[in-house]
């Protein structure tokens, strides 16, 4: 049988306590980039019981992404925005999670991000890391933005952290692997960088602002 809302929001805040669950239950988050990264660190934040969660990307679902993104089999094809929705529905029933099928310019960032407490960027290619960071901290340096650099290889999970870099702008990873340089994408090193997201922007909602 389906839990009530509240049902679910006293079973969070039995772990995390009732005052962090509330500031959770409030907060918006928009991820950017549904992949390796956004997919893990999105599903986080909605069992963690973040109330507004808007998801970003506009590609589809590929064979090659079932390794370690959060899609399924009968997914593929599917645009990421709708098939990560959809599996964020099912397990936080209540969290207001919306999505679009877009792709981020320099030109729709202010209005499609503006509207949300903290940006999370989860790209794949640097070019596109670049332009989100810089039109974010350009045109709203108001926000919070969590970011990553580094997840790629067979290397140590322990190299990759969490750095605060200016006072709204957060960055995890390794800060040196490359997938394009021919290190490959695990699917374990790739969800530690994105709990390391997740749990900053966590830690950011609560309150915590120190990396």
Aim: one cysteine or more; charged letters at 20%.
């Amino acid at each position: 049988m389906m839990p009530t809302k509240e049902e679910m929001f006293q079973a969070l805040a039995v772990r995390h306590g009732e005052e962090i669950q509330k500031k959770f239950e409030k907060a918006s988050v928009v991820v950017c980039g549904l992949g390796g990264l956004g997919s893990n660190v999105a599903i986080h934040l909605a069992r963690a019981g973040v109330g507004n969660i808007h998801l970003i990307d506009f590609d589809r679902v590929d064979i090659s992404n079932l390794n370690r993104q959060q899609y399924f089999p009968d997914q593929l094809g599917q645009p990421k925005a709708s098939a990560l929705l959809e599996t964020i529905q099912r397990i936080a029933p209540y969290c207001n999670v919306t999505s679009q099928n877009v792709r981020l310019t320099e030109e729709n960032i202010p209005e499609l991000l503006s509207p949300f407490d903290i940006i999370c960027e989860c790209f794949d290619k640097a070019d596109q890391k670049a332009m989100l960071a810089n039109c974010v901290l350009e045109t709203m340096p108001e926000k919070y933005y969590v970011s990553a650099s580094g997840m790629a290889g067979i290397g140590s999970a322990n190299t990759i952290q969490t750095r605060k870099v200016t006072k709204r702008f957060y960055l995890c990873g390794d800060g040196t692997s490359d997938v394009e340089k021919g290190a490959g994408l695990f699917s374990a090193r790739v969800a530690v960088c994105a709990g390391h997201e997740a749990h900053m922007v966590l830690r950011i909602i609560a309150g915590e602002l120190d990396a």
